[in-house]
Nanobody, 119 residues
């Protein structure tokens, strides 16, 4: 499975961006799609995930500002980011986490898209 992400860029503090990620094929196993980010000098951290059943998880730092959604028919996941802060600056990576009964989970990653929040 390949993941193609887009939507990063430069935005001023308080602005908005929308990230999108499309998977190259349909996933029929239980799975979660989401976004992780890695800022310079820091470890990669979870931003938000959503399962194919619609269960959502957000990092505390983005709750109330970011909204994750997915379209299972189109194999896409999107992240609407509002009220962006300089500390949101990072490379954002799309993730697909597949859970298969009786087998170890499998993770796929997109290439990363840079989000820069600066005036």
């Amino acid at each position: 499975v390949q993941l193609q992400a887009c939507g990063g860029g430069l935005v001023q503090p308080g602005g908005s961006l929308r990230l999108s990620c499309v998977a190259s094929e349909s996933i029929f196993s239980s799975n979660a799609m989401g976004w992780y980010r890695q800022a310079p000098g820091k470890q990669r951290e979870l931003v938000a995930t959503i399962t194919n059943g619609g269960i959502i998880n957000y990092a505390d730092s983005v709750k109330g500002r970011f909204t994750i959604s997915r379209d299972n028919a189109k194999n896409t996941v999107s992240l609407q980011m509002n009220s962006l802060k300089p500390e949101d600056t990072a490379v954002y990576h799309c993730n697909l986490h597949i859970i298969r009964h009786g087998f170890p989970p499998v993770d796929y990653w997109g290439q990363g898209t840079l989000v820069t929040v600066s005036s």
